[in-house]
């Protein structure tokens, strides 16, 4: 898939990192740093605008390191970019660790995984056929 890709930041594009990695990181791209204070989030730009092409779209995931050793996650994950989105790529970072989280131009913040979607077609129905797990959800499959 070849996604058209501007790149207004200071950074070079993203890349993977392994020959098996499914995503590639994302960098902060700002001028001054900015500080998340315990519980706060901030909108990070990355400088990078794309036009996906049409049936997929692009989800921006946190970073594990970031979330294990700072305790530091995307907020609306996995956040999604549509193909006919044209503006700049930001992540919504959100600290929920007790001490100042500080963001600094380039850092890796998030990752971006490609994925390719299908459309449904709903159809209004009266009834639903029965299955055996019926309307169990939420940890029903786990009960013995």
Not at 61 to 66: A, E
Not at 69 to 95: F, M, Q, W
Not at 134 to 143: E, I, L, R, V, Y
């Amino acid at each position: 898939m070849k996604v058209k890709i501007i790149n207004r930041s200071k950074h070079a594009l993203p890349e993977y990192a392994t020959e098996q990695s499914a995503g590639v990181d994302l960098r902060a791209n700002i001028d001054n740093p900015v500080v998340i204070a315990p519980l706060g989030r901030a909108l990070i730009p990355t400088g990078l605008y794309m036009a996906l092409p049409e049936g997929w779209e692009a989800q921006v995931r946190p970073r594990s390191g970031l979330a294990i050793k700072k305790g530091v996650t995307v907020l609306n994950t996995p956040g999604t970019i549509d193909a006919d989105y044209r503006g700049e790529v930001g992540v919504i970072l959100v600290n929920l660790s007790g001490e100042d989280f500080v963001v600094q131009d380039g850092d890796r913040i998030a990752q971006m995984i490609f994925n390719q979607y299908g459309k449904a077609d709903f159809v209004e129905v009266e009834t639903l056929d029965e299955t055996e797990r019926g309307a169990g959800g939420f940890g029903h499959t786990g009960k013995s």
